[in-house]
T-cell receptor, first 116, second 111 residues
Framework: DTGVSQDPRHKITKRGQNVTFRCDPI?????LYWYRQTLGQGPEFLTYFQNEAQLEKSRLLSDRFSAERPKGSFSTLEIQRTEQGDSAMYLC??????????????FGPGTRLTVL | RKEVEQDPGPFNVPEGATVAFNCTYS??????FFWYRQDCRKEPKLLMSVYSSGNEDGRFTAQLNRASQYISLLIRDSKLSDSATYLCVVNNANSGYALNFGKGTSLLVTP
């Protein structure tokens, strides 16, 4: 499968614990995005990378959220001191650089987080 | 006010029916417009881009009215397999490459 992959697919944790999710983009894609989707809502943008540079992070939900893409390939999203309100689907997407402001973003299957 | 507004539905239609979804966006600087489809518990997938001149892809027709900041999607001859949530999506230069999604409109096509 050459699509975007995410790991784990499901995560159940207790409030206060830290969690980390991984995203592997399509191999030739240098842009990588993280979104969060809660029940009944559309995905909400969190942050994005071009290669290893994090070019937008002001929309991360709080300082408990952080993301990295150390070698410009896979990325991780960490949530520290999880809260019940963090329960959601965390989606990763990737795209090619191309020209213009937009190139199609391909989404991974998501990581479903449940905070007890 | 959310940047992208959609009627959440649900829309329940019989097979073969024509159904139309509408969407409005608030940022006049928006540059790119799309419809994504999301099946239950799956990731969103691009259905089609939307252009000012209107565009068609088989049974699907998308229209954009920049003056009214309004986007539409028309599905003709609905199939059972069209049952999904349809997400209206907008991108603008101010938000970099972030996609701004509406809540989605749920469609159920029944036999």
């Amino acid at each position: 499968d050459t699509g975007v992959s995410q790991d784990p697919r499901h995560k159940i944790t207790k409030r206060g614990q830290n969690v980390t999710f991984r995203c592997d983009p399509i191999s030739e894609h240098n842009r990588l995005y993280w979104y969060r989707q809660t029940l009944g809502q559309g995905p909400e943008f969190l942050t994005y990378f071009q290669n290893e540079a994090q070019l937008e992070k002001s929309r991360l939900l709080s300082d408990r959220f952080s993301a990295e893409r150390p070698k410009g390939s896979f990325s991780t999203l960490e949530i520290q001191r999880t809260e019940q309100g963090d329960s959601a689907m965390y989606l990763c997407a990737s795209s090619t650089p191309g020209q213009g402001t937009y190139n199609e973003q391909f989404f991974g299957p998501g990581t479903r987080l449940t905070v007890l | 006010r959310k940047e992208v507004e959609q009627d959440p539905g649900p829309f329940n239609v019989p097979e073969g029916a024509t159904v139309a979804f509408n969407c409005t966006y608030s940022n006049s600087a928006s540059q790119s417009f799309f419809w994504y489809r999301q099946d239950c518990r799956k990731e969103p997938k691009l259905l089609m881009s939307v252009y000012s001149s209107g565009n068609e892809d088989g049974r699907f027709t998308a229209q954009l009215n920049r003056a009214s900041q309004y986007i539409s999607l028309l599905i003709r001859d609905s199939k059972l397999s069209d049952s999904a949530t349809y997400l209206c999506v907008v991108n603008n230069a101010n938000s970099g490459y972030a996609l701004n999604f509406g809540k989605g409109t749920s469609l159920l096509v029944t036999p």
